[in-house]
Structures are given as C-alpha cells and as structure tokens.
C-alpha cells in the first residue's frame, strides 16, 4: 500500500492555502487563493501579503 500516503495527501491538502504565481502576461505577481486572485504586485508586497493574511 505504497500508494496510500499520495492519495491521502492529495485529499487532505488544504485548498485553501494561498499560493505565489507569476504571470507572464501581466508581468506581475499573483496572490491566489484556489482560482481567485487576492492581490497584486511585486514579489515582496506579495510575500508580506501572504505573511500577514495566511491562515495559521
């Protein structure tokens, strides 16, 4: 049952967790949360951001 711990990983991951993405297009920094986007900006804001608003 080697295969146990990466299901149970997948479906007990928060989906909640805010993650850092960069788009290219925009050629800025993404704050996301799921497929929304929560803020805006360079790569520092967007730490501070994430720093002060994640859920702990």
Known sequence: ??????????IL???SE????FSKDDNVW???KEHSILFM???MQCNIYMRNFARK
């Open 1 to 10: 049952m080697s295969w146990l711990p990466a299901v149970l990983t997948k």
């Open 13 to 15: 991951k928060p989906k």
């Open 18 to 21: 805010l993650r850092l993405k």
């Open 30 to 32: 993404l704050v996301m």
């Open 41 to 43: 900006g360079d790569e």
